[in-house]
């Protein structure tokens, strides 16, 4: 997810909800949910999986004290880079001549975190193979990771 300051702020209005400068997992689940029904006008949003919440508390967790602090939260949100650096690993990961991610290259990036079962690749691929032709091209990559 790569935020403007502005949306950040808003987010963060929505998520931290006893207003203690953190947010739980629960607070990041809703907040998350909050924002994107709002951002999409009110319209209908999709559920985000548990599994997605975590990994996306994880990543923001930076000192793993189970809670996120604004500034975690701004630090990462605001990296310049971040779609550059996800570029630059779809490159690392993908079939050097296809440019693509077939079911060999997503086993090879979620084995490589031990957490990921053959089903949970399959998954990961369908859902982030758009336009149904069993290989993740780099823009298909980009919005499953945004």
Not at 58 to 78: A, C, H, P, V, Y
Not at 107 to 121: G, L, V
Not at 130 to 137: A, H, K, M, V
Request: aromatic letters at 6%; a negative charge; charged letters at 30%.
């Amino acid at each position: 997810m790569s935020l403007t300051p502005e949306q950040c702020d808003q987010f963060w209005t929505y998520a931290d909800a006893d207003r203690d400068g953190s947010l739980t997992i629960h607070e990041l689940k809703a907040g998350l949910h909050t924002f994107l029904s709002e951002t999409n006008q009110g319209g209908e949003v999709e559920c985000i999986p548990d599994s997605v919440i975590v990994e996306i508390f994880t990543d923001l967790d930076k000192d793993g004290n189970m809670r996120i602090s604004k500034e975690e939260f701004m630090q990462e949100m605001m990296l310049p880079h971040r779609r550059e650096t996800l570029k630059a690993e779809f490159m690392k990961l993908c079939n050097p001549v296809t440019k693509k991610m077939g079911r060999a290259e997503v086993a090879k990036m979620c084995q490589a975190t031990k957490t990921y079962s053959n089903e949970d690749i399959e998954k990961i691929l369908q859902e982030a193979d758009i336009n149904g032709d069993g290989q993740i091209d780099l823009d298909e990559f980009l919005a499953a990771c945004s």
